[in-house]
């Protein structure tokens, strides 16, 4: 072999080596989210058993996740970079807003007929995104037009709306709550249950406290479980903590 050739063949192992150190970090990066700091995302798997942590509020079954709904799901959440354990917050809200993401749809069907007050602005996306003030902020905000979205609700059933909806809500609504009460790094899920479902759910037992065997309490137990699934810190105890003190 003469001198030329032997470079050449250097330089494309020293090309493959670096390729391939690449690929590497690459699948160490996307191996990440097991941590409570930074602005990861949940891996496939990780958001898989956080779906089905929905069945730890007693209401029954889920099916695992499509790979669809996971992609847009990372797609909506890297915009906004929020930490996994806030990211942990939000999917125990969401699941149980969707049955483990059965359902983007308002169920009641007198809503569907638009014989509820939000008349055709009724529950979309994954937070049920309702009322045109939301749709119409909510498409500004996603889609540079505040019209599309009044004049085509049902968009909001796309799964990458369903999704970007679903983070803008919590982005303008909950995550300022939640920062302002540090409720993140205090494991407190009451102030987003609060934010987003009020009184309606946060309203207080005989003792004066949020009622755990509600529907409150039914997305606390998907909070634990999901914090127990991606090795978040289960100290200070997981509780609904700024539902009830909200309502006063």
Avoid at 14 to 40: L, Y
Avoid at 96 to 110: M, R, S
């Amino acid at each position: 072999m003469n001198i030329l050739n032997c470079h050449t063949l250097i330089v494309a192992i020293s090309m493959v080596t670096v390729v391939f150190a690449e690929d590497k970090k690459e699948g160490q990066d996307a191996s990440k989210g097991t941590s409570g700091g930074g602005h990861e995302v949940p891996t496939f798997d990780q958001f898989e058993k956080a779906v089905k942590a929905y069945e730890a509020s007693g209401n029954g079954a889920t099916e695992s996740p499509k790979k669809e709904q996971y992609d847009a799901y990372v797609t909506a959440m890297k915009e906004k970079k929020l930490s996994l354990a806030e990211q942990a917050q939000f999917c125990a809200n969401i699941f149980w807003e969707t049955a483990g993401l059965k359902h983007k749809e308002e169920l009641d069907e007198n809503c569907r007929a638009e014989k509820c007050p939000y008349k055709k602005f009724y529950g979309r996306g994954y937070i049920q995104l309702s009322w045109e003030d939301n749709y119409r902020a909510a498409s500004e905000a996603i889609l540079g037009d505040g019209q599309i979205l009044v004049d085509h609700p049902e968009r909001v059933l796309d799964e990458d709306l369903a999704w970007k909806t679903a983070v803008w809500y919590w982005m303008e609504k909950v995550h300022p709550k939640l920062e302002a009460a540090k409720a993140v790094d205090q494991n407190q899920l009451g102030h987003s249950v609060m934010a987003i479902n009020g009184a309606l759910e946060c309203g207080p037992n005989e003792n004066g406290k949020a009622d755990e065997h509600g529907k409150a309490g039914k997305r606390l137990k998907i909070y634990k479980a999901i914090i127990k699934e991606w090795g978040l810190p289960s100290t200070p105890e997981p509780t609904l903590a700024g539902c009830v003190e909200a309502v006063a």
